[in-house]
Nanobody
């Protein structure tokens, strides 16, 4: 069964950190580009980061994530990790990961994990 599962969300105070994991089953994630997206209530889903396939040499961060979030691969766990530091209340959202094999679009999505930043 081809599946992506996000984990690591939760409630954290402003300035805190969380590490989100996107773990694949049924396929080898390192052969796919992986993106992290988030959707806050009443807002559209936005891409915040992605990492390329081919050893993940290329990464992208939205302006909102630059300097605070780091995307990386854990191939031993067939996963992609999003380390989020210095979290702000505006980071509160459901976070999703998705995989694609360029040039195709993202067509394999996880179910999402809730991140809430609040004091």
């Amino acid at each position: 069964q081809v599946q992506l599962v996000e984990s690591g969300g939760g409630l954290v105070q402003p300035g805190g950190s969380l590490k989100l994991s996107c773990t694949a089953s049924g396929f080898t994630l390192e052969n796919f580009a992986v993106g992290w997206f988030r959707q806050a209530p009443g807002k559209e889903r936005d891409q915040i980061s992605c990492i390329s396939n081919n050893n993940g040499d290329s990464t992208y961060y939205a302006d909102s994530a630059k300097g605070r979030f780091t995307i990386s691969r854990d191939n031993a766990k067939n996963a992609v990790v999003l380390q989020m530091n210095n979290l702000k209340p505006e980071d509160t959202a459901v976070y999703y990961c998705a995989a694609r094999r360029p040039p195709s679009n993202y067509d394999n999505w996880g179910q999402g994990t809730q991140v809430t930043v609040s004091s």
